[in-house]
């Protein structure tokens, strides 16, 4: 329990602290709502008004995974830019531990990405929010969210030994999305991708959202899966975290690992 509610209060302060960020401000407002739009153009072009609301749950995760990528990707380097990464490491917890909550805080601020696309559709392109099941949507959604923030401590502890970390950051973000089936469906891409696809949360987070608010199919097994892979990156993220501390620790370069 007190892991546990060190990982909550962890998570609420630096969700806190991204709220009062410039940068994370203007992205939260400006990148749903242009998601949003493109995603509802490309599908009236494509002769499918009927999948609207898809379109736009699709373009509310790819803001929830734009925010996971950027803000755990940058985890731990933001804490070395701001003078607080001795001072996290020396906290008498494991590494993971104590990076885990940024990296859910990333996520967390990610949920706006889906009020906003989904709002903005409404308001804006009267989209009906006819959920087919609104209780498994409810679920889902946060826990898609739950699974990428495990996820982002992966990206956080395998970004930190690279150099050019914010280039691939940029790299990452549409191709990810596009493999993970949030907007296109996955059976329309190259065969190839499928098992890229398999291995990633963000494809069985999506399709559980997905078919809670479209019905298409059933929603726990996705929701199981997309658990259980980042379960499986939180717990290689953890054995990175640890690899990199002690590097860092060894060669007395903690501020420069």
Known sequence: MRTLRMIAVGALLHTKQLSRSPFEIATALIVPVVQATLAVYLFRAGGEPGRLLEAAVGAGLMGVWSSVLFGSGGAVQNQRWQGTLEMIMLAPRPPALVVLPITLATALTGT???????????????IPLTFADPLAFAIAVPGCIIGLGMFG???ASTFVLLRNANALTNTLEYPIWLVSGMLVPITALPGWTGPIAAVLPTTWGARAVREAATGSGPVWPSLGICLAISLACLALGAIMMTHVERRARAAATLALA
């Open 153 to 155: 401590l992966l990206l």
């Open 112 to 126: 706006y990405a889906m009020v906003a696309t989904l709002a903005w559709g409404r308001l804006l392109y009267g």
